[in-house]
């Protein structure tokens, strides 16, 4: 075992009994990206495992569906797989022009998991996800197929990915989840008392987007190529408020000795209710530094002035 095995620190998901490293790998985004080298790409996955990540989180529709399939690849050379802990998500489709729609219907729920299994080459999925599913998607007929599918070994635990409030608290009344997937970043403090909520239930929560996006660095102005345009495209699309917002928290960068990547893992992670945080990179120096992240406890002088914004 390397001495990176030891200081990846593993956390339970929840009441599962599941070890996870602490830290775990996105692979989804401009990673699965067929534009993205795949060599570059599997690289990034076989340093996080030598770095001692026991979990990678990935879904059917990622990637235009290429990053589970890209996955599967980079984990091909392993004969035993029964440390890591493979979490997929199954309910988002691509129509043949590559467009993203919902289908929640119990035969693709229950083809997507045995599709999974496949493409991961493995006999039980760590977690199995409903990714963004609809209120109307928590009938009765669903929840008791994915339960048939824990039942026969095919999932260990059952989650949902979800940022919404109702679709969240409809999940936890069900009584079949034993994990979410919710966003959760120093830039996201509102998500606390969700966090304590979901933790009351016994359900383990697994810190999506931990890093806030890179929004509190200026790693999204420096445009080198495609990928980074890409990231830009992505971030003024989807949250350009936070480019202000990030602004205020701009002084994580200049710790003498944390890099503000570490930092901000470190704060999801100094709460002890999220079992992991998951990040994403295509760049291998970012996930060392992020790694490195695992067991450093910030000051609390730090954590106040995070608080404090
Ligand atoms: N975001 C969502 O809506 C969402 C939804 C469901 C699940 N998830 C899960 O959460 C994972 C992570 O989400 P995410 O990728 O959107 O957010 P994230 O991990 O918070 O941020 C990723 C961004 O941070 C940059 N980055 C990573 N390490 C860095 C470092 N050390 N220094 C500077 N920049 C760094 C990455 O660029 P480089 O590539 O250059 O490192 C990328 O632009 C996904 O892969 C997926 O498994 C996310």
């Given at each position: 075992?390397?001495?990176?095995?030891?200081?990846?620190?593993?956390?339970?998901?929840?009441?599962?009994?599941?070890?996870?490293?602490?830290?775990?790998?996105?692979?989804?985004?401009?990673?699965?990206?067929?534009?993205?080298?795949?060599?570059?790409?599997?690289?990034?996955?076989?340093?996080?495992?030598?770095?001692?990540?026991?979990?990678?989180?990935?879904?059917?529709?990622?990637?235009?569906?290429?990053?589970?399939?890209?996955?599967?690849?980079?984990?091909?050379?392993?004969?035993?797989?029964?440390?890591?802990?493979?979490?997929?998500?199954a309910g988002t489709r691509l129509n043949k022009r590559g467009q993203l729609y919902k289908d929640f219907s119990v035969d693709w729920v229950i083809e997507s998991c045995h599709r999974s299994l496949k493409i991961l080459s493995i006999d039980t999925l760590g977690v199995f996800h409903l990714?963004?599913?609809?209120?109307?998607?928590?009938?009765?007929?669903?929840?008791?197929?994915?339960?048939?599918?824990?039942?026969?070994?095919?999932?260990?635990?059952?989650?949902?990915?979800?940022?919404?409030?109702?679709?969240?608290?409809?999940?936890?009344?069900?009584?079949?989840?034993?994990?979410?997937?919710?966003?959760?970043?120093?830039?996201?403090?509102?998500?606390?008392?969700?966090?304590?909520?979901?933790?009351?239930?016994?359900?383990?929560?697994?810190?999506?987007?931990?890093?806030?996006?890179?929004?509190?660095?200026?790693?999204?102005?420096?445009?080198?190529?495609?990928?980074?345009?890409?990231?830009?495209?992505?971030?003024?699309?989807?949250?350009?408020?936070?480019?202000?917002?990030?602004?205020?928290?701009?002084?994580?960068?200049?710790?003498?000795?944390?890099?503000?990547?570490?930092?901000?893992?470190?704060?999801?992670?100094?709460?002890?209710?999220?079992?992991?945080?998951?990040?994403?990179?295509?760049?291998?120096?970012?996930?060392?530094?992020?790694?490195?992240?695992?067991?450093?406890?910030?000051?609390?002088?730090?954590?106040?002035?995070?608080?404090?914004?």
């Amino acid at each position: 075992m390397s001495q990176w095995e030891n200081k990846l620190k593993q956390r339970l998901l929840g009441k599962t009994g599941i070890k996870i490293s602490e830290i775990g790998l996105g692979c989804a985004s401009f990673w699965g990206k067929k534009i993205f080298s795949e060599n570059a790409a599997i690289a990034i996955v076989h340093k996080a495992l030598e770095k001692g990540v026991t979990f990678f989180d990935t879904g059917h529709s990622y990637s235009g569906g290429n990053a589970e399939i890209r996955l599967g690849k980079a984990l091909s050379h392993l004969s035993d797989k029964s440390n890591l802990c493979l979490s997929t998500k199954a309910g988002t489709r691509l129509n043949k022009r590559g467009q993203l729609y919902k289908d929640f219907s119990v035969d693709w729920v229950i083809e997507s998991c045995h599709r999974s299994l496949k493409i991961l080459s493995i006999d039980t999925l760590g977690v199995f996800h409903l990714h963004g599913p609809n209120p109307e998607d928590f009938n009765d007929e669903l929840l008791s197929t994915i339960t048939n599918l824990k039942q026969q070994g095919k999932v260990r635990a059952l989650a949902i990915n979800s940022f919404n409030l109702d679709i969240i608290d409809m999940a936890m009344e069900t009584g079949v989840f034993d994990c979410i997937m919710i966003d959760y970043n120093l830039m996201m403090k509102g998500r606390i008392s969700l966090i304590d909520k979901i933790h009351k239930k016994d359900i383990a929560v697994l810190a999506a987007a931990p890093l806030a996006g890179a929004f509190y660095s200026n790693r999204l102005f420096r445009i080198r190529g495609f990928k980074d345009l890409w990231y830009l495209a992505r971030a003024l699309k989807n949250s350009p408020n936070k480019f202000i917002q990030g602004r205020k928290y701009k002084f994580i960068n200049k710790h003498p000795t944390l890099t503000g990547s570490q930092i901000a893992l470190a704060y999801v992670l100094d709460n002890p209710k999220i079992s992991c945080a998951v990040f994403g990179t295509t760049d291998l120096q970012h996930l060392s530094d992020n790694l490195n992240a695992s067991g450093i406890s910030l000051p609390i002088e730090l954590l106040d002035k995070i608080n404090n914004i």
